[in-house]
């Protein structure tokens, strides 16, 4: 299906949308899963440490739990790929250096570096809402195989700065982050549940169902859908 959207802003999720599942889990899980127990007893008194184990001893409901116990719970939630957000904090802190270091390359389909730089050229403001942390955002798109995409995104959102992401209230904030009327956001992602909550929030929603993605066979419920980003057509109304 080719979709044709009248919109000022385009909201990228990642995993999934802009960028291949298995990637994810096959490259930047294990590179996570084997740094965690090296940042929790190496670096306890990094603010960003302190807030994720902190958090961790809430979710888990053990407020005295060791360093030990922590690293079980998170390579439980890496396992099930949960996003809990002090997960999310640990990898985005972990993942931003090996990015820095050349150890780690992100990972794009090849239909969507072309369909940003289009959209950025003509005019559409690009965003990122992933529960990837913002600093593993920043650093996925600075170290994308084709180079430096960070120039062509103006906000990057997660869980911490806007909220989970099956929740209208999240893409409330982010409109208002924006400076966007709702309706000339468009949100691209290929979790039904994420797209129900951005088009309660008022703002238009685009499925993205990739083959070979956890969510294909599943589909998008009763969104518009769109098998690649060339199929989704922006022309910006100026009135
Ligand atoms: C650069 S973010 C890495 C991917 C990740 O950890 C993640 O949780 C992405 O989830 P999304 O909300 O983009 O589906
Ligand atoms: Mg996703």
Known sequence: MTSHLDVDSVVLDIEG??????FVVDVLYPYSRSRFGAVLSERSGDPDVLRAVAQVREL???????????????NEWLDEDRKATPLKT??????????ARGELVSHFYDDV?????RWHAAGVR???????????????????????????????????NAGPKQEPESYVTIAAAIGAAPGRILFLSDR??????ARAAGWQAVGVRRPGE????????DH??????DAITIARSTT
Do not use: C, M, N
């Open 60 to 74: 888990i409901g053990e407020p005295d739990a060791d360093a030990v116990r922590v690293e079980k719970a998170l």
């Open 192 to 197: 039904p549940g994420e797209l129900d909550a």
């Open 126 to 160: 690009l965003h990122v809402y992933s529960s990837g942390s913002v600093a593993a955002q920043r650093a996925w798109f600075r170290s994308s195989p084709e180079g430096d995409l960070l120039p062509l995104v103006e906000g990057l959102y997660d869980t911490e």
């Open 90 to 99: 640990l990898q985005g802190l972990i993942w931003s250096e090996g990015f």
């Open 224 to 229: 518009p859908e769109a098998g690649t980003f």
């Open 113 to 117: 570096v072309p369909a940003l730089r």
């Open 17 to 22: 949308t802009t960028s291949a599942t298995g």
């Open 214 to 221: 956890p969510y294909y066979e599943q589909g998008v419920g």
